[in-house]
């Protein structure tokens, strides 16, 4: 037994006393598959899970203090996609859905997103995101973990939304299409999701020519140290769930078929971001 | 065993006997009353037991041919591939690729209507756009990353076009996942070297399976009727580094930038036998969905994540 293993001891007794009965009983209530070392086939383990959720759950309390609405309509079991807008430099979008899911739903559910290809390249990154449950965006993990009745967080914007300048606030970019015909293939429901908050979390300018030059697809300068978008200013959370909508149809269908329904998805979290954006009495508060 | 004669068994010509999972092989096969096996391997079967043929050829050699053209075969399992690190790549195409397509066509000749080829699920290649479980039908591209592999990924493709070309043949492709066991193949030496190499920062999923539930799904595949390309997959997924712990060796984490130089380095100087891109197997996913295997083949693995993680120490036979 080294200094290594009476360290780790130390710090899972914190974290397990800081976690408390509460997360106990949420974890035990949430229906994940593992294999005899704790593992799923995607290498989420509910294990290594609770540090982060010790983090996370500061995060959305405290810091964000995510106020949630319409959480019911998530189905409490089966396959269903989350939609949402994407914004804000870095995806704590993501991270206070994931927590919604799992603090405030009832019961609670493990929510996975999809995560770009080059993530698997980055050191530490690549094994931390898939122990938490993330998986690589490809259409064939989102089909496998559909039928296997799992809850799936999709950004249709991707990098057009995250990335996009702080002028473009609460202006959906254009939607990807994949997630529709995945939708249609698999007979899952959409929930369609609106944040409020994450949009002025990093207000960024875009300096083009900087982004060209190292060939990423943007570079995020925001006006207060350290200058690029590490540390979100702490903006209130506002999360909308709508109500599931079925879509029926031809998953190889031409664009031009899917387009409206991926219309009615735009149209629906714009509403529901309208609504929340005139609800609210300001962006820290 | 003995109420069956000769005639009515299974004539199996098995390549690459004398190897360690060639032995399990002719073991499994020798085992069962229905199989007469036939040893074909330029090294000797060490403690071959009395009734199984063996002929010390080389796969090119006219010997080989005779082995076919002699006697009636019914089955073909071919294994006996080449992979020595330090061996020059003259010699791996010529043995490999060149013994490959000799085997093909006298079964082709000789009208052998059973043919199954050992590939590997390191066909794929392991990529960081990877999906988590790879089907039979995704492109196999291990060889864009690393030449060394341009063999095995040939040799899948020449069997692939002949399950095509000759369809009176039943063939059968096996791409088993990582084997492990006292056999010598890279993952297994890997997970024996007394201090492991990890790469910093990353840990994927990988999927292993015991060397005997290889030989049964070998066993699987000579069934009359199975045919087509099968990936084979072991008892579960864990991270690397679960099945390092298990071990109970100890690792050392080296940055990735810095370990392909060192590695080479090492390399060069004969203190290892990896060649330098196998890194990529310790550092990005290469996993297969094995549904079919399981389905057609009624394959599934016996031996749990443990007991195969724990077989590399193993060196009963």
Redesign the interface.
Known sequence: MGAGDWLRSRIDRYVDTRLGPDYEARSRALTVRQNEFGFDPFGFSLGSVKYVVLVSRWLYRSYFRAEVHGIEHVPPAGRVLLVSNHSGQLPFDGLVIGMALFLDADPPRVVRSMVEHFVPTVPFVSYLLSRWGQITGTPENCRRLLSDEEAILVFPEGARGISKPFSQRYQLQDFGYGFMRLALETKTPIVPVAVIGAEEQAPAVNIKPLARLLGSPSFPVVPYPPFVPLVPLPVKYRLYFGEPIFFEGDADDDDEQIEPKVKQVVHRIQSMIHMGLRGRRGIFW | MASSGDGERRRVVVTGVAGRLGRLVARRLHRDPSYHVIGLDRRPFIDRPKDIEHHQVDLRSKRARDVFRTQRVDALVHMGFLHTPRATSAEHYSWNIGGTDRLLEYCAQYRVPKVVVLSSANVYGPR??????L?EDAPLLAAQAFPEMRDLVEIDHMASSFFWKAREIETVILRPVHILGAVKNAPSNYLRLSVIPT???????VQIIHERDVAEAIACGLKPGARGIFNLAG?????LS?VLRELGRPTVPV??PLAKPLWRAAWRLGLNSFPVDEFDFIR??CMVDATRASRELGFRARH???ETIHAVLDSRE
Do not use: I, K
């Open positions: 960081a756009d990877n999906t988590q479980f089907t790469l910093l920062g990353f840990d994927p999923m008892p579960g997924e864990v991270p679960v940055p990735h990005y996913v749990s994540l443990r």
